[in-house]
């Protein structure tokens, strides 16, 4: 048992270590850093925000985490400078390695992300898991939101990762994500976006955290904002939808809709290239759902009625899949990796296609067929 103590003591001091710490600090000589924003600076500087959470100790025996955070600033020529000069504020030692999320705003994107996500890998203490956002604003006002459903930021938008998946509004997307993608070159990338809403139901000034979609990159650089229903079609194509839903309108009854709850979602995607060096690419999506319920009035479900609803889904769920293709080709960006898929089948045609990709890519032939399939309809609604 004594020498279980000792390991234990040992592993702990490692990971203080490993988080850029020193391994004989207390917990009330630590400023715990759970959530990162970028905003930018005079200058063409950084602005860094930490969101940190409020630590007490009694009779040198740690209580723990508090209920409450404050937000540390300061300001930088570059991200490296800005954190150092961050420590001269404080009165603790900071410690990076807890950070869950890193917001960005969309000023900091324009200027040209790379370098800022570059100087985040270099730093020891950021684990490669921590989740990227980007807003259409002030990251400052993300971690500042007093939110109703969570004490800290961070808390919240891990929330929006993990709620995502099952809505189809967002996909997690770590440091570690977007880094191998700009440097193996296998697709574009894109960075969730959240925005901060009023809770009208809390009635107290309170704010929620949403996603609304993604921010697509050409290589560093921000290309465009694709809404929920475009970044829905990019899910289903890259095969990363795991949840969400589909409604159709009801015939002939305004303001009713039938519902389905997505259950399974596979796609598969093909590439050829013509002679004249014109890509094609062919996506099958098979997709099974659930009917969950209808406010349509004097309904029977019937094997017809059925097969009339997964007709008009292949049509919804495809016209969702050519919207995201359009915005693809219109912001020349390649977040399927279609040029990669290239290199791997015909690598001397992707040898003189590579340097006129960007010019390429939108004259591309996409053509989607979608298999859908009506699940539980045995019953009358």
């Not at 930018?40 to 940190?52: M, Q």
């Not at 700009?182 to 969730?192: E, Q, S, V």
């Not at 060096?277 to 309904?299: F, K, W």
Request: glycine share 8%; net charge positive; hydrophobic share 40%.
């Amino acid at each position: 048992m004594r020498g279980a103590g000792r390991l234990a003591r040992v592993l702990t001091a490692l990971a203080l270590l490993c988080s850029g710490c020193k391994g004989n600090l207390e917990l009330n000589e630590l400023h715990i850093v759970h959530s990162v924003g970028l905003d930018p600076g005079k200058n063409g500087g950084v602005k860094l925000y930490a969101e940190v959470a409020k630590l007490a100790s009694g009779q040198q025996q740690p209580k723990g985490m508090q209920n409450r955070t404050f937000i540390l600033t300061s300001e930088g020529s570059n991200l490296f400078e800005a954190a150092r000069l961050m420590r001269v504020k404080s009165d603790r030692t900071l410690l990076w390695g807890q950070t869950t999320a890193i917001v960005i705003s969309k000023d900091i994107a324009l200027q040209g992300m790379e370098r800022q996500i570059e100087t985040f890998r270099r730093f020891r203490q950021f684990r490669n898991t921590t989740l990227v956002y980007m807003v259409d604003g002030s990251s400052a006002e993300v971690l500042k939101a007093e939110m109703p459903n969570a004490s800290i930021s961070a808390q919240a938008l891990r929330g929006l990762a993990e709620g995502g998946e099952s809505t189809a509004l967002t996909d997690p997307t770590s440091l570690l994500d977007i880094y191998k993608d700009w440097n193996n070159g296998f697709r574009d990338i894109k960075i969730p976006s959240i925005k901060v809403l009023k809770d009208r139901n809390g009635g107290k000034g309170e704010k929620l955290l949403k996603a609304v979609g993604f921010f697509a990159f050409r290589g560093n650089r921000l290309a465009g904002f694709m809404p929920a229903r475009v970044s829905k079609g990019y899910l289903r194509a890259a095969d990363r939808l795991k949840g969400s839903s589909e409604k159709l309108a009801c015939p002939g009854e305004s303001g009713t809709s039938i519902a389905f709850e997505n259950t399974k979602n596979d796609s598969r995607i093909s590439v050829s290239v013509s002679d004249s060096g014109i890509p094609s690419v062919r996506i099958e999506v098979d997709a099974d759902l659930n009917l969950v319920g209808a406010t349509c009035e004097d309904v029977t479900v019937t094997p017809e009625l059925i097969a009339g609803w997964e007709k008009r889904l292949n049509e919804e769920i495809a016209g969702q899949i050519e919207d995201f293709f359009s915005f693809s080709k219109r912001h020349k960006t390649d977040l399927l990796g279609i040029g990669e898929r290239i290199h791997r089948k015909r690598p001397k045609q992707w040898k003189q296609m590579k340097d006129d990709w960007a010019e390429i890519y939108p004259t591309c032939r996409f053509s989607v067929i979608v298999h859908t399939r009506i699940d539980h309809t045995t019953f009358t609604v």
